[in-house]
């Protein structure tokens, strides 16, 4: 193991597997982008209020570091309600979004060597916050035919005395797949049996289908000592350009580590930030409710149209706002794919490659928007099946 420093680390990881397309569709007229990771809903307008009168009543200072005393509160009281996760306001902190949360939960996790097992396809941010940690990612196929959730055999076979973390993310950005109570049984075993810390990624909660209900890993018996539970106001209340996120962990020194290397960084979350992600917890909970249920119609058509199209398959998707097409009939691999579907029909994808090493099979479509442009995308990639 090469001697650790981010400076030399930054060397070893590509600035974004998407961004070559992402320019690329800049320049073009007439894009439909299923690429997009982010809700197509303006922040509800009490939320808004809320934040303009912090504002103009003067919150215009550093908040504690570790976040507004009220906010801690309210989330404390969601996390136990909800997620039958029992924390304190003391053993939560807010953060720069979710992302900030993951960074300060590897950073402070791990020491140089130390491996961290990332079911794949992943998430973009966490194998690169690893490298950047010093740790040495540990990739897990999660197979489109277990439904891509981590099978805890293949868990198992990849652990050894060198592993000292497991990031964990349901409902999953890419696959949009959501683990049960059953499935986080099952790796709640594992990790009890060598003991290892958790990073358990929620920030999709709020956006399951069909009538099920999200489950936190941290409310399982045995686990609250070993998780940090990370989420985000982002996906939730559609605040995602406010950047405001939160993570909890009952494990006192690691909460400290953590806390001090988000001092010596930004210090505090945005005050009046702050103040309308206070309002979101507090306010009605109605739009909650009604994006995911748009966000279930769209799921559900975008679902219909792909199993109508010839050279294409997908499982159906559970959770978040992603689904996971399984391009393997075409032959091509998701780079071209995605790169020639830009090209001749003007839609954005991000291609599997960009998840892992196990995903070249597959590209990700993003539907947070409008029926009718889900249906004009879908009437462009039948077109180019057609013709490819
Ligand atoms: C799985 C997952 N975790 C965390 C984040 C971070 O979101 P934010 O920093 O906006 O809270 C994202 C954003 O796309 C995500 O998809």
Redesign the pocket.
């Known amino acids: 193991m090469p001697e650790h420093s981010i400076s030399s680390s930054l060397d070893r990881i590509p600035k974004s597997g998407i961004r070559k397309l992402f320019d690329l569709a800049q320049s073009m007229e007439g894009i439909i982008s299923l690429g997009i990771?982010?809700p197509d809903f303006d922040t509800p307008p009490h939320i808004v209020e809320a934040s303009i009168k912090a504002l103009k009543e003067g919150k215009t200072y550093y908040s504690p570091n570790s976040g507004l005393l009220e906010l801690r509160q309210a989330i404390s009281e969601k996390m136990k309600k909800q997620n039958f996760i029992d924390v304190s306001e003391n053993e939560i902190m807010i953060t720069?979004?979710?992302?900030?949360?993951?960074a300060l939960a590897i950073q402070s996790s791990i020491k140089t060597g130390d491996g961290v097992i990332v079911p794949s396809p992943a998430?973009v941010?966490y194998v690169p916050t690893v490298i950047l940690s010093g740790g040495n990612p540990i990739e897990v196929e999660c197979k489109e035919d277990e439904n891509f959730i981590l099978n805890p055999d293949l868990l198992e076979e990849k652990i050894t005395e060198k592993t000292e973390l497991l990031i964990l993310?349901s409902p999953?950005?890419p696959t949009g797949a959501v683990m049960k109570k059953r499935d986080l049984e099952k790796i709640s075993d594992i990790i009890m049996e060598y003991n290892l810390k958790v990073i358990s990624?929620e920030?999709?909660e709020s956006l399951i289908y069909d009538g099920k209900k999200h489950v936190s890993l941290a409310s399982l018996n045995g686990m609250e000592n070993n998780v940090i539970t990370?989420n985000?106001?982002?996906?939730t209340y559609s605040m995602?350009g406010w950047?405001?996120?939160y993570l909890s962990s009952k494990d006192e020194s690691l909460f400290d580590r953590m806390l001090k290397l988000h001092m010596y960084g930004p210090v505090c979350n945005n005050t009046f930030a702050q103040f309308g992600a206070l309002e979101a917890l507090k306010g009605s909970q109605d739009f909650v409710n009604h994006m995911r249920d748009e966000f279930e119609d769209r799921r559900n058509l975008l679902m219909k149209r792909i199993e109508e199209m010839k050279g294409v398959s997908a499982i159906k998707p559970e959770g978040?706002f992603y689904l996971f097409m399984n391009i393997s009939q075409t032959k091509m691999k998701s780079e071209e794919f995605s790169e020639k579907l830009l090209n001749e029909e003007k839609v954005v994808s991000v291609p599997g490659a960009a998840f892992g090493p196990y995903s070249d099979e597959f590209v990700r479509l993003a539907y947070p928007l409008k029926k009718e442009k889900i249906n004009e995308a879908c009437d462009r990639i039948e077109r180019f099946l057609s013709k490819n």
């Open positions: 990771g982010e720069v979004g979710g992302g900030q949360a993951l998430f941010a993310n999953s950005n990624d920030v999709y990370v985000s106001f982002s996906k995602t950047r405001v996120g978040a």
